[in-house]
């Protein structure tokens, strides 16, 4: 279920006889051929055209472009809608060349997402609630933390799936490749995390965390479990669908991995995760110090409507 998100701020649309379909990575496959990286205010995609030197290529996009030379562009996300902005021919023209039909990339901007997880539509808090908040503030973070993930206003997010950030253990990993034959590993980039955890004392440890502190300061909030989908078979090499065990690592996920009762026919691996907003914006850095900071009682259910 995931799309060729550039830094979640850009995506890819298919232009079709009736319109535009999203790109997702289990129905577009090659879209595994296209790599990033960040510089000084640029975007850096390269094409590794599957090993073909003679067809590898590179496009420099800038993070923030000047919308006022950009067109609207509707799009709805998993049944989540928002406006955008239609990036330049010259864009649109280098992506439809590699993937060797029409394509459109698009911007997000400062137009974001609604969330849209049952549990976490806004709330507004009862009078006495109202009344505390208002007439005792040093109570109001304790009101907070115990009102849960609910909030007086819609949580947003850009073109990300369901959660800006996505959360997986390398012990989980680790328990994935032993299902592979021996000498033969899972690669974590086909779960397609940003954040990895190691250290968890066992596999799926993660399934009842509620929240992570980083650095003892701020505070990630795993709000879901991310439900996987056919994408994990594909083989980055080729960019084709998998062969072999290591194609068929949705089946065997299948077997034991289906514990959500929200989405009973999808296996789990990894929590999507959300910034506390209580906490400012921070830099983290690989090898930060990572403690559980709640664990949940039971295990989440999927709520996301229609996906």
């Known amino acids: 279920m995931t799309s060729l998100i550039l830094v979640g701020s850009f995506m890819l649309l298919e232009k079709k006889a009736d319109g535009y379909k999203n790109m997702h990575v289990s129905n577009y496959p090659e879209m595994t051929q296209f790599l990033q990286e960040m510089d000084n205010g640029t975007l850096i995609i390269k094409y590794r055209a599957c090993g073909d030197a003679n067809k590898a290529r590179s496009i420099k996009i800038p993070l923030v472009p000047d919308l006022e030379k950009l067109e609207p562009f509707e799009v709805e996300m998993h049944s989540s809608p928002t406006t955008g902005s239609k990036m330049p021919d010259k864009y649109n023209t280098w992506f439809s060349e590699c993937f060797g039909y029409e394509v459109v990339l698009v911007y997000i901007g400062e137009n974001k997402r609604a969330v849209l997880f049952q549990d ?26 115990i009102m849960g993930l609910h909030q007086s206003e819609q949580w947003k997010i850009g073109f990300a799936d369901c959660a800006p950030y996505l959360i997986t253990s390398q012990t989980s990993l680790e328990e994935v490749s032993t299902r592979l034959p021996e000498g033969e590993e899972m690669d974590m980039t086909k779960f397609r995390p940003n954040i990895v955890v190691k250290g968890a004392f066992e596999p799926y440890q993660e399934d009842y965390w509620g929240r992570l502190k980083i650095n003892n300061k701020a505070e990630v909030i795993m709000a879901h479990n991310c439900v996987r989908c056919k994408s994990i078979n594909i083989d980055y090499e080729t960019g084709k669908p998998g062969t072999g065990p290591s194609g068929e690592v949705l089946k065997k996920l299948q077997k034991d991995r289906r514990i959500d009762v929200g989405s009973k026919w999808s296996p789990v691996f990894g929590r999507y995760s959300f910034w506390d907003q209580r906490y400012p914006s921070q830099i983290i850095r690989v090898g930060d110090r990572v403690n559980v900071a709640k664990v949940n009682e039971g295990l989440t259910v999927w709520s996301w409507p229609n996906l």
């Open 120 to 145: 976490m539509q806004p709330l507004e808090p009862d009078p006495l609630t109202r009344f505390i908040k208002k007439n005792i503030p040093f109570a109001g973070s304790y009101v907070e933390k």
